[in-house]
């Protein structure tokens, strides 16, 4: 199982308790474009997509399921980053941060009791990272890159399908095993602000009408600041056991 890919949809596929992943992007300007008018709808929401890392934001990843999600902060220019994962378990909740300045990245795990010892709350413990890459979570617009049957159902609101077949270094390889022949084309909706950034994704995973799995990310507080610095030395360990997520 290749368990750094799966937390990007870990809540919403239920295929690990605590995953980690790791992506970064390239250096661009923000943008103050707005979508022409009468453009084609795919590729106005491609556009939104592509530029979603040109400037620091705050993304919400929710999957329908109460107390479980996802928060990170990312400033795609630094490279730094902090996100924040919550998953409800019986005896409470289980928090996983990660942390990425540079090409350095560290987890720490916080549980509701100290059974598992690596999971303190307090240790900072340091994981490869793929390529210098930074947040994997924050590659999940690229799901949009080639959005099918588009249209526009709102103020700057939309919806059309998505083929999640290539989508397994983004999603995980487990998102194949969950989807199975659906996958090929998944419904979802998205939307826009008034500067063509894409504020709202959601992705409909749900294989029966009306049952509530999805994957839903909100974009907010663009070109905040973010001020991540490594870990204190004295709480950093190398060489992480294999139940910390990204090892």
Avoid at 227 to 240: G, H, I
């Amino acid at each position: 199982m290749n368990r750094r890919k799966l937390v990007a949809a870990g809540a919403v596929l239920a295929v690990a308790a605590v995953v980690g992943g790791w992506a970064a992007f390239g250096r661009s300007e923000p943008s103050t474009d707005r979508p022409a008018a009468g453009a084609d709808p795919a590729a106005v929401l491609v556009d939104a997509a592509a530029a979603v890392d040109r400037e620091s934001y705050r993304l919400t990843v929710g999957s329908g399921t109460a107390g479980d999600g996802t928060v990170l902060v990312w400033d795609p220019r630094a490279r730094r980053g902090l996100e924040t994962t919550s998953l409800k378990v019986p005896a409470g909740e289980v928090k996983v941060e990660r942390l990425v300045t540079g090409t350095d990245a560290y987890v720490r795990v916080s549980a509701p009791d100290r059974r598992v010892p690596e999971w303190d709350g307090r240790t900072w413990w340091q994981v490869p990272v793929d390529g210098g890459r930074g947040l994997d979570n924050t590659r999940l617009a690229s799901t949009l890159r080639a959005p099918s049957g588009v249209r526009q159902t709102g103020d700057r609101e939309y919806a059309g399908t998505l083929d999640l077949r290539g989508s397994a270094d983004v999603l995980g390889e487990g998102v194949g095993a969950v989807l199975g022949d659906r996958a090929g084309a998944v419904p979802f909706t998205a939307a826009l602000d008034e500067r063509g950034r894409l504020v709202r994704y959601r992705i409909e995973l749900a294989a029966e009408p009306g049952r509530a799995a999805a994957l839903e990310l909100t974009y907010a507080d663009f070109g905040l600041p973010v001020s991540v610095e490594k870990p204190a030395a004295e709480l950093v360990r190398d060489d992480p056991p294999a139940n910390i997520p990204g090892v």
